[in-house]
């Protein structure tokens, strides 16, 4: 099977220890250099740990399963079967997260069918180009999207009332609800507001308060992926 690192036609269906080992290191070296790019570039400061843990072992139980395989066609049937009756429910994630799943199992694909060099190669490649992205934040937002919540007295008409101040800090705003609270006597106005770099979220707190008469006012900073306002 290993006969040239170049070439990946399966022309045996028994497994050599010389080739388990170099798929298996190669898949695992270049799973767990992907599971640390993960962890790095990660968007939040806490990254799933299980996912991590995930991406440092698909690409070796790919390349088990290639390797079991091999030009086996009834053995390609009969394990498509076996793996048919596992179901997974999980929801699905952020389209990052997908590119990292998808990536992990292609290098498990190329190391499991002898093209070890092809596979390292295409890794570091593939790993040294989302760093890149990452460093230089390539498609990443000005500014940061929060939610708002301003209470505000009745007789305050709630139309245009803070746009000087959104315009003054925030990119962009947009009013998502408006409700009464205490019996009417005060009403909460929800915002979605995506602030710009670098300021300063208490004197953007500050001149809402001058405004709204010191009620309370909320700024909800890490914003859900699903938030309702």
């Excluded at 740990?49 to 390797?67: E, G, R």
């Excluded at 498509?80 to 994630?93: E, L, T």
């Excluded at 498990?108 to 570091?124: C, E």
């Excluded at 670098?198 to 001058?210: A, H, M, Q, T, V």
């Amino acid at each position: 099977m290993f006969e040239s690192i170049f070439t990946g036609t399966v022309t045996e269906t028994a497994i050599n220890l010389p080739g388990l080992f170099a798929a298996l290191g190669t898949a695992l070296a270049l799973g767990l250099l992907l599971s640390f790019l993960y962890m790095k570039t990660h968007k939040t400061k806490t990254p799933s740990q299980s996912f991590a843990l995930t991406l440092v072992l698909l690409p070796a139980v790919v390349a088990i399963i290639i390797l079991l395989v091999g030009n086996n066609v009834a053995r390609a049937f009969s394990l498509a079967g076996a793996f048919s009756i596992i179901r997974f429910r999980s929801a699905a994630g952020d389209p990052k997260d997908i590119t990292y799943v998808l990536f992990s199992m292609a290098i498990g694909l190329a190391a499991g069918m002898g093209f070890i060099l092809y596979a390292a190669m295409v890794g570091l490649t593939l790993c040294g180009v989302m760093a890149l992205l990452e460093i230089f934040k390539y498609g990443r937002p000005k500014g940061a999207e929060k939610i708002l919540k301003i209470t505000i007295p009745e007789n305050l008409n709630f139309q245009n009332v803070f746009d000087d101040i959104m315009r003054k800090y925030a990119l962009s705003s947009k009013l998502r609800r408006v409700k009464t609270a205490d019996l009417g006597s005060l009403y909460e106005l929800n915002y979605s507001v995506v602030t710009k770099s670098g300021i300063n979220e208490k004197d953007f707190i500050d001149e809402l308060r001058c405004r709204n008469g010191n009620l309370n006012i909320t700024l909800i900073l890490d914003v859900p992926a699903k938030a309702e306002f």
